[in-house]
């Protein structure tokens, strides 16, 4: 699909004699010092090598970097900007057994909260997302959902306390692995433990729990953030009063798990990764910039891609590159070059792998409920070895953590059900805890990330587990183009949704 | 949608107190030398760090590759086994102005030609797939469409004669970029010229005029191969009978371009691809590895992959880890760890991006068409300064190459259309000159790398060119459930299909 601006520039081309190019570029090769062992010799080439502006790109983004950081250390310096901060000292035990002594959770808030408390919205952020969701007077740079938040808004301010926290894992001032280890000086690195959507849910109740609210108007996310609405419901039902899904899943499906997996893969085969010890040197931009052009195309491919960039090239006037050629490759790359100082690298692992073992199957969740038990046990027996005061640094709750009682195994195992035979018992029983929540599913039909089907399976699940209260909304291509990132784009469907559901 | 199988690990793990592990992991690590310098301390980190089998995995080929090419030579050794070879020693004039001199096409055949050399098909092949389509004697191991060709098969030996070549610009003993440069007796590496499709078809017809073929009882592909078999009918459309494009298409879209992009970054990210010039070493082993599991998520993704893999974990009595841990990733590690070695770096750009520059659009062929004979004139008054003996080592065709005549830039040159209002007029005009082809187009629905609608798109395209005996077939989800790849997989639709429109 080609607009006629593309079809004038490709007749540009056959104005100007292109095969007189050539002759240009291998003059330039000539003088380049590091082609001349490979490519010099007394015979000339049948043809010209080709330069790698690319490749020359990331060489000299390294040597910038590895400059500044002689002037002014290599401490990353990820931030989303001034942020509330709550510090907890409490240990936080993680679903895979991992504990963090001590944490802190980073969070803006908007609107004032009321006289009971009753009025709090938790909005949850996507992956790479911070907590600015919208300006402050604090830090007036435009958030992620500026639109979306504001008096009278989808999100209204008038009506309602909106809480938005960086995750634990992530890297804009709640702990992750770029903070330090308590136990022994040095970052955590690598040595952060695995954790869970779950486990960032109960980081951000612990920020409750210090706020004092005990009861949530909404629980409200998009993309990873409505895998954590869900969970939130799930771990904590008395404690949500409703709650919004949009792009988001009840669990991780194969295709999204492997574009994950490539990101992974292609950031820790960056060199400069080294293992994730990468905090006093060079972070892995190249492979940063890599994942996120990976994560790019999960995001934004849909039918606006068609129209947008076609089979527009950047420069048809120049011959075809195997760097960056078209205008979607040059997209890509902007996209990827814009982000890879801006979210650490070991960050994107972590946060990126708990969306994969995201699943609030029963089996899962017993399984979970019985590995935390037992975790516990052991954990409870050491610090009776060496006791210390432990708490957090604003109120500690009322009452302990309680979380949904231990479900048994599912009678009924068979979850290998296909989608088209509805959805699996398993995670129908996974759900039966928010069988009485008001919930909006929406989804969105050019997302290929999350699928539709995806939204589909978590209204169709909750309905099966006896919710009479459930809207799904699936936003057709007619409507959004845009795949996945329509949650932060469609001010219309998505948030005038958002605003119907809340009320 | 876990299987039964799944869960039954699930439920052992628990039983197997897990919580005992991460000390054992701690305990390795403190004996890894590798480690020491980062995670060791006197004080004792919150938590264990982490392993990487996978990173060790490829530190551990790299080493091998090392001691093998001390010993043997660092030659590579793609090969697609015993294969007949076509030596034309004309010069091949390609799209982009680039010249091979000289050129090799390895290739393979089935069934007998009969008299008048009217029953020849060529079988045009995927990117990365060799002429070895089919066992031969002098290579009984199975070829990629194995079931698909022989004596009453979907392409019937006893009744045509099947020709597969390896593309050029391939490494499959078609001249490729790691061929040799006769211009410097060096291989060519990244200053092979860049190339397109139709470059790949003008060699194979060099073969077709060495073997006294005039006119092809049908031209067949798929993927790739699609592209090119809708090619060869636009260059040549007096010397084929009938067209057979399956999972191709008739240019390319942005999300293929954006994950072929993907795939070639990683690739020239890997320093080992030393922007090319790597034949003297180990190859860019962990780059293409990465860049054939990018691959196969886009040819394999679909319905299958929910019920063979679901949210399996590889080893569900382990902690999760940032390498392959679930199914999928294993899968995915296990594909690109199988074709790492088995194809050229440098022809897996190449022909990837002769992929993207695919477009049969008029306006297109028009650019190409002019730049051609510039660069042709060019070429000429070269020749006249140093003129040379050059022809090819079979037989000479009886008349000049008579490409498409020059066509006449669109008078509709409103290529932005959508699909919704039907294929863009530049296209239809692009594709007039099969107006009169029996052509048999399919397609999959559960393919995302050539999507369903690319094969409407050619259906429709040349329906509205006049075309009247165009065969479109698409097959949906409830038939065929492996993406792109079903074309390899499914002998009963794709095959059955195939057999009835050659008759």
Redesign the interface.
Known sequence: ????K???A??R??AK???L??ARIRQQLHTNG??KS??A??????????V?P??DA?ESKSATLEARSLSSGPEPSYTSGVTLKYRCEEPLLLD??????EFDIAYETWGEINADKSNAILLHTGLSASSHAHSTVNNTKPGWWEKFIGPGGCLDTNKYHIICTNVVGGCYGSTGPSSI??????R???????LTIEDMVRAQFRLLDGLGIKKLYASVGSSMGGMQSLAAGVLFPERVGRIVSISGCA?????S???R??Q???L????KW????YYDSIPPH??MK?AR??AT?TYR?G?E???R???RRADPSK??A?????L??TY?DHAGEKFCLEYDANSL??VS?AM??F?L?A??Q??TV??RA??RQ?LKSKARESPGEASCSLTLPDSPYKEQPDAN?PAD???????SSGP?Q?LVNGLKVLASHPTLVMGVASD?LFPAWQQREIAETLRKAGNDTVTHVELGEDVSLFGHDSFLLDLEHIGGNLRRFLG
């Not at 895979?96 to 002594?101: A, T």
């Not at 820790?268 to 060199?271: A, L, R, T």
């Open positions: 699909m080609n607009s006629a593309g079809i004038a490709v007749v081309i056959v004699p292109r095969y190019q050539p590091r082609r490979a490519a010799g007394k015979a000339e080439a049948s043809n010209p090598a080709m790698f690319c490749l990331i895979w057994g991992g504990v963090l002594s280890d308590p136990a022994d000086g040095k955590y690195a690598t040595r952060f433990p695995i669990r991780s499906h194969p295709y798990i492997a574009m997996h490539t992974r893969q292609v820790m085969m960056d060199p080294n293992r994730g010890f190249a492979g890599l052009e990976i195309v491919s039918p891609w068609e129209q960039f076609g089979r011959q075809p195997l760097c960056p050629d078209f979607i490759e890509l692992l972590y792998k994969d073992l699943d199957g089996a899962n017993a399984a019985e590995r037992a975790r052991l195994p195992s068979d979850t290998s059900m296909t989608q699996p398993d290929i």
